[in-house]
């Protein structure tokens, strides 16, 4: 008996049309609030767009992007994961079992991105240029939220909003690569959470805004300046961060959305910016692997929540780096021979100048007259007042003793009990050796050092921070 290959079933009609791979009716009806901002030809029609990932047998299929022209694309996509009220004050304050559980979310979604055509059967694996997870948390309901804090939802439930930008240069866009960011970025918050509350919800997972290609931009109706301003092209660096003093050369910048100086509300602090004075400085400083980068974010992030205007510059250590990203403007001027590249946005701004040697860090200190505090990481030689930043008391990198840069600028040291009890020791057998060398009796009592705080308790160095920066005030 032959085999008989069943005849495929004819395809369904819609509006009395054979539809094949056209979109059905029931899926082209078009959402109000999506919008083509340019370059997508108006409102969508069902018998003229293709399904391109279906064949002309209904059969799925990766599309031949070969013969399509390179360009630079960009995508931004949100989601939120809600909460126990209980749940995000946890996850603030560190106190979450599993560790820095927004830390941890940011590089999940980073990386997720990058194997998202491991996850998505039909995405073309791409040589992302651009991965960036920004987190915030969601404002209570009634509440004003400070700076990085994303508004409150008009149920009045709390939680943290993801928002995950990706860029590429290439010939297919970064849509599902953003958004598979923000989705594993959220499910990574609930995975270090759900042993406290395992009624998290994810929702409002969308994309914001595309840009590159044949169709242009696209931009969800709605979409706020905040989002809108992080996916334009001036002050963007090569990673797709805001240019500052650690990415773009000696750049000063300021916060998106910043209002004019004569009108920013009173500082939380006595004196405060817009004295005309440089604001007190205090560096953060430990040798490599010791934790400083996070220490600084999350302490500059309590502070901005407790009202304080920051400012921040870090050392970056390597000579040559770009300014921006390759093709931008600003790479172009600087290419061309630019000794001193401007850019100006509303709400920021940046400079960028080739200088000979190195700019002091006290001499860039002083135009910071518009922020209560600075933060500085790195500078050891400076001669700042500083917190000693250290785990394990070794540079894994040299071998360097991180007790030796404790001198008379130290203000704390920022460190675990291993080594708290490490540094005592050493502190002691060296007033010791003075003592016996100096014919004079030794007192363990009189041996000075700085305080000593839990390098994981960013809340008790913020307000170490916070009560220094007020006494300088007051001193002024």
């Given amino acids: 008996m032959t085999a008989r290959t069943p005849d495929k079933p004819e395809r369904p009609k819609t509006l009395g049309r054979t539809v094949h791979e056209k979109y059905p009716a029931a899926v082209v009806g078009e959402s109000p609030n999506l919008t083509l901002v340019e370059g997508g030809g108006g409102a969508r029609d069902a018998y003229r767009d293709e399904l391109t990932h279906v064949d002309e047998h209904g059969d799925v299929r990766m599309v031949d992007v070969g013969a399509k022209a390179v360009t630079q694309r960009l995508a931004l996509a949100e989601a939120s994961i809600l909460m126990h009220p209980e749940t995000q004050a946890m996850v603030l304050e560190d106190r979450a079992k599993k560790g820095d559980v927004l830390a941890c979310a940011r590089v999940a979604g980073i990386m997720a991105s990058k194997r998202t055509s491991d996850l998505i059967p039909m995405c073309h694996p791409l040589n992302i240029t651009k991965a960036k997870v920004d987190i915030e948390p969601i404002a209570a ?43 594993t970025a959220c499910l990574t918050i609930y995975d270090m959470c759900k042993a406290a509350d395992r009624g ?3 929702v409002d997972v969308r994309l914001l805004r595309k840009e590159g290609g044949r169709s242009g931009v696209w931009e969800r109706a709605g979409l706020g300046e905040t989002e809108a301003e992080r996916s334009d092209d001036a002050g963007l660096g090569a990673d797709g961060e805001p240019e500052t003093a650690s990415n773009s050369g000696h750049t000063l910048t300021s916060p998106a959305g910043e209002p004019e100086p004569d009108k920013l509300a009173p500082s939380a602090l006595p004196g405060g910016p817009r004295t005309g004075a440089a604001a007190p400085a205090i560096a953060f400083v430990g040798y490599q692997n010791a934790g400083k980068t996070t220490l600084v974010e999350k302490v500059i992030s309590r502070l901005t929540q407790r009202g304080l205007r920051v400012g921040s510059i870090k050392h970056h250590g390597h000579k040559g780096f770009e300014i921006d990203q390759p093709g931008k403007d600003s790479w172009r001027h600087a290419q061309a021979g630019s000794r001193h590249v401007g850019l100006v946005a509303p709400g920021s701004y940046a400079e960028y100048a080739r200088i000979d040697g190195e700019v002091d860090v006290r001499d860039l200190v002083e135009r910071y007259t518009d922020v209560d505090v600075v933060i500085v990481e790195g500078y050891k030689g400076a001669g700042l007042p500083s917190i000693v930043v250290t785990r394990s008391g070794i540079d894994r990198m040299r071998g360097r003793d991180s007790f ?23 502190a002691t057998k060296l007033a010791r050796a003075a003592a016996e060398e100096a014919g004079t009796p030794f007192n363990e009592e009189d041996v000075a050092l700085p305080p000593f705080i839990d390098i994981n308790d960013s809340a008790a160095i913020a307000s170490f921070v916070f009560d220094y920066v007020e006494k300088a005030q007051l001193v002024e």
């Fill in 200 to 202: 998290m919800e994810i």
């Fill in 404 to 426: 030796e840069l404790i001198d008379e600028h130290t203000l704390a040291v920022a460190c675990n009990d291993v080594v708290t009890r490490d540094f005592r020791t050493k």
């Fill in 141 to 183: 309901a009634g509440a004003d939220p400070a700076e990085g804090w994303a508004p409150a939802r008009e149920d009045g439930r709390v939680g943290f909003h993801v928002l995950a930008t990706c860029g590429v240069t290439g010939v297919t866009g970064i849509e599902m690569e953003a958004l598979t960011a923000a989705s």
